[in-house]
């Protein structure tokens, strides 16, 4: 986006004015991933902390037009250590492709949504950047700083667990 890079380029030079309307374009964006990522509670601290970071870090951005996808990989760094150390579930109101939204009502959501908490952090990160964001193989496997063969690796198993529990649920009776 034109408009962005006008202002990632001040950012750069140091204009704290330019880089409030980026954080104020980027800032909802960048709350939904971490809450993908390390839920609720701390989406908004990850967030903060990142843009922190960015700022600190924008005059070693070489590349303006690269920014979103540089933004997103400090934003998924932060949240994937948090994760990991303390393991921070998920709830992720969508099946990931598995499954039609509305076939989820009732006990069955609740069912997907206790099996994506499951699922490691660096496939929900990959789920939300797909489903949410919409975004390439390429363009997560930059945020995520993995090849885009690990990015399809990391789909396949995630919708494959998915797909196992609602298996299981299926043929339990929906029982969860």
Avoid: Y
């Amino acid at each position: 986006m034109e408009e962005d890079r006008a202002l990632i380029l001040l950012a750069r030079a140091g204009d704290e004015r330019a880089f409030s309307l980026l954080v104020e374009r980027h800032w909802e964006r960048l709350v939904a991933v971490a809450r993908s990522v390390v839920g609720d509670a701390d989406a908004e601290d990850e967030a903060q902390e990142s843009l922190v970071t960015a700022w600190r870090k924008l005059p070693r951005l070489r590349e303006p037009d690269a920014f979103r996808a540089w933004l997103l990989r400090i934003l998924l760094r932060r949240c994937l250590r948090r994760a990991r150390r303390r393991w921070v579930l998920l709830p992720l109101p969508f099946a990931a492709g598995v499954a039609d939204a509305g076939a989820l009502e009732g006990s069955g959501f609740v069912a997907v949504e206790r099996t994506l908490r499951a699922l490691p952090p660096r496939q929900r990160a990959v789920m939300h950047l797909t489903v949410l964001e919409g975004m390439s193989d390429g363009e997560i496997g930059e945020a995520l700083s993995i090849a885009a063969a690990s990015v399809r690796s990391h789909r396949r198993r995630a919708r494959e667990a998915l797909r196992r529990f609602l298996s299981r649920s299926t043929n339990e009776g929906g029982a969860s």
